[in-house]
Structures are given as C-alpha cells and as structure tokens.
C-alpha cells in the first residue's frame, strides 16, 4: 500500500505562485512514477505533471512554462512550483502514484485563483 498526503493549496490572486508538495509512505519502492492532476468543477480530473522514476517529465500544454514538477527522493515527496496562476486552474488538484498498472490517490487539495 502507499498513501500520498498532499499540502499546499490555497487561495491566490491571478498572476499569483502557489507550491503543493505530496509526501509518500509505505511501499514505496513500487512506486514507478508521480505527478499532479486536477478536477475543476463540472469538468472532468485531467494530468497536469507527471515525472517518473528515470527522470522523464510531462506536462500538460495548458501548464507548460508556468508549472514545474520536482521530486526529492530523499523525502519521498513530489512538488508542484505554480506560477502565473490563472482563474482557469482553479481546481482540486490530486497527487498520483503509478504502481505498474495501477494508479493511487492523495486526498486532493483545493486551488483557488481569483481574477
């Protein structure tokens, strides 16, 4: 089993910088890749960042030159930098953990930006 605890969200001005962090535990070491998605109300969740193990880094077009994924692994935790943040990436934003074939959920957290 692996838990993932996100933190960090909040409400922000247009324009404004937000950093989410999501910490994992447990087994780890199945763990293939993480990253971030989000569900803005009414819509459906979608990827966001995602990095895996090797390195590889993909983000969505809408985040990209804005949002930046890193990993520690040393903290077992993955970090989403926002920047520029626009009303349109209000949302729940979840933490994801890739195990072979199967994804695991943080809790989500809440992203406001006000225009």
């Known amino acids: 089993q692996v838990q993932l605890v996100e933190s960090g969200g909040g409400l922000v001005q247009a324009g404004g910088s937000l950093r989410l962090s999501c910490a994992a535990s447990?087994?780890?070491?199945?763990?293939?890749?993480m990253g971030w998605y989000r569900q803005a109300p009414g819509k459906q969740r979608e990827l966001v960042a995602t990095m895996t193990n090797g390195g590889n880094i993909n983000y969505a077009d809408s985040v990209k030159g804005r949002f930046t994924i890193s990993r520690d692994n040393a903290k077992n935790t993955v970090y989403l930098q926002m920047n520029s943040l626009n009303p349109e990436d209000t949302g729940v934003y979840y933490c994801n953990a890739l195990l072979g074939p199967l994804h695991r959920w943080g809790q989500g957290t809440q992203v406001t930006v006000s225009s």
């Open positions: 447990g087994s780890i070491f199945s763990i293939n890749a």
